[in-house]
């Protein structure tokens, strides 16, 4: 009795000590992660392995740091820790960040990535896949909400079981060397807020229509493929989804669109590159007048202007306004003070420039940095606010107009 008395006493102890020991144990650890699943880390490092990491043996700065970490051995073991790898409570890998990690090489269709089906946020751009194609196993991962893939060298169409990722709020297709048409069934995708294509080869001809039913989008980038977008003017009267970005360069539009008469919060506006003839209509000036800082109007066949052009023009913090290479004649439109870039070359307009800023009567004493103004087709650059007068001279003007517009490669 008495030994069994103590064997319990001795037991009570033993459990005591671990359980204590235990409770030290997590306390001292440094951050409690939740420990990774078997199957996901060896995932994770099967995908991995995949790729050729470009100077991932030598010190070079240019390597992927976020892998050094990743190991089955030793106390770095769980991948819930590894750098670029989070998981959730119970351990499942859900966010999975490779972003401009040198990966060169092909995701084939039977990559390891397909198995980590927790993942809700997937970002691999600035990789290099070797102009692999989105293998239609994507469409397993069904809880990603978040997809960045641009500038990563892949190639192909778009695969249609992409549009079964219903959560996606985010999709970023940029500056990759996409095919092919955009599949309708995009419009599945109702809570995606960003859609970003910009300078792929899509083709095809789409309808507005179709995007502006994707009530959550916020920014929509379709410029720079050789896409055809419809005007439809029948959906400008449904709800329509608000946009900050809209960049509709190079879509081979022949008109303003309707619909944007009713955007009061866009920030910045694309229209370059289109086919859009004739007069600027008097309600674009009036759009999203608070908002607005970035209006690109650049590369149309535009003539001149409907009825009355406010001065100065009424978007209260606009910054860049390019209004350059198309047709337009008669005076200058004088953007508002909070102007910092003015781009105007090879337009018909006609207006009379001080290049001396303390003229008190000169109507651009407007705090601009600089203003470019084209007479007929020469190209005369007039600084305001005092330095350089370079005539035509792209490079200069490249280097001063730094856009994202000004750098794209075509036009169609
Ligand atoms: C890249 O693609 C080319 C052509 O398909 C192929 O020959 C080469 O092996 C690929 N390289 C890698 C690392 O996958
Ligand atoms: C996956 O497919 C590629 C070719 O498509 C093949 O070379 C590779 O061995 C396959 N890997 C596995 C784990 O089956
Ligand atoms: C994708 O999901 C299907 C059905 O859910 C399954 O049969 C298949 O094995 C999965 N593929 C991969 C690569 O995990
Ligand atoms: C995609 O991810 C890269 C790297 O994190 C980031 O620089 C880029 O802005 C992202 N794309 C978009 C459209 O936000
Ligand atoms: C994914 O999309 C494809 C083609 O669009 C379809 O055949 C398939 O049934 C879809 N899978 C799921 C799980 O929804
Ligand atoms: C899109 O491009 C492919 C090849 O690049 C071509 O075969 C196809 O006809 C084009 N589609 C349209 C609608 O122009
Ligand atoms: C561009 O639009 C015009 C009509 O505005 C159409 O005739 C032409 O075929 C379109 N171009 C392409 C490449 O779809
Ligand atoms: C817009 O209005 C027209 C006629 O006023 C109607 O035929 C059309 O169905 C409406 N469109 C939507 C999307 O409500």
């Known amino acids: 009795m008495g030994s069994s008395f103590l064997c319990i006493m001795f037991m009570r102890v033993l459990f005591f000590v671990s359980l204590s020991q235990l409770i030290v144990f997590t306390h001292s650890s440094p951050s409690i992660q939740p420990l990774c699943h078997v199957d996901e880390s060896s995932a994770l490092l099967q995908f991995k392995n995949s790729f050729s990491i470009k100077g991932s043996e030598s010190s070079d700065p240019l390597a992927c740091p976020k892998v050094a970490s990743w190991t089955l051995e030793g106390q770095n073991s769980n991948c819930c820790a590894w750098d670029g790898v989070i998981c959730d409570d119970t351990g499942h890998v859900i966010e999975l960040d490779l972003s401009s990690c040198n990966l060169y090489g092909s995701i084939n269709s039977n990559s390891s990535l397909f198995h980590l089906v927790h993942l809700q946020s997937l970002n691999l751009a600035f990789n290099n896949f070797n102009y692999s194609q989105i293998p239609s196993q994507v469409g397993n991962l069904s809880r990603l ?35 092919g048409p955009i599949p309708s069934s995009i419009v599945h995708l109702y809570n995606l807020e960003v859609l970003d294509v910009y300078n792929n080869n899509l083709n095809g001809t789409m309808e507005l229509c179709m995007f502006l039913n994707m009530k959550s989008l916020g920014m929509l980038d379709l410029s720079h ?135 008190s009567d000169s109507p651009f004493e407007f705090g601009w940095k600089i203003v470019v103004i ?27 107009f730094g856009m994202k517009q000004l750098g794209r490669r075509r036009r169609i």
């Open 145 to 179: 909400t978040y997809l960045n893939l641009s500038s990563s060298m892949l190639s192909g169409e778009i695969p249609f079981t992409l549009m079964n990722l219903t959560k996606l709020t985010f999709l970023g297709l940029s500056s990759n060397n996409f095919q």
């Open 225 to 359: 493929n050789e896409l055809s977008l419809l005007i439809d003017e029948t959906c400008t009267n449904a709800t329509l989804p608000k946009f900050y970005g809209l960049d509709l360069a190079a879509c081979n539009l022949s008109e303003f669109p309707n619909f944007l008469r009713n955007q009061d919060g866009l920030q910045w506006l694309s229209l370059a590159y289109n086919n859009i003839a004739g007069h600027i209509p008097e309600w674009m000036w009036h759009i999203s007048r608070e908002s607005l800082r970035v209006m690109d109007l650049s590369f149309n066949f535009l003539t001149g202007f409907d009825g009355q052009v406010p001065i100065p023009l009424p978007w209260t913090n606009l910054a860049i306004l390019d209004l350059s290479s198309n047709q337009l004649e008669g005076s200058l439109p004088i953007p508002p003070s909070s102007t910092l870039r003015y781009n105007i070359p090879n337009n018909k307009l006609s207006a009379s420039i001080s290049e001396n800023s303390e003229d």
């Open 374 to 400: 084209g007479y007929g087709f020469g190209t005369v650059v007039g600084v305001i606010i005092g330095h350089v007068v370079t005539a035509r001279n792209p490079d200069w003007l490249r280097k001063t």
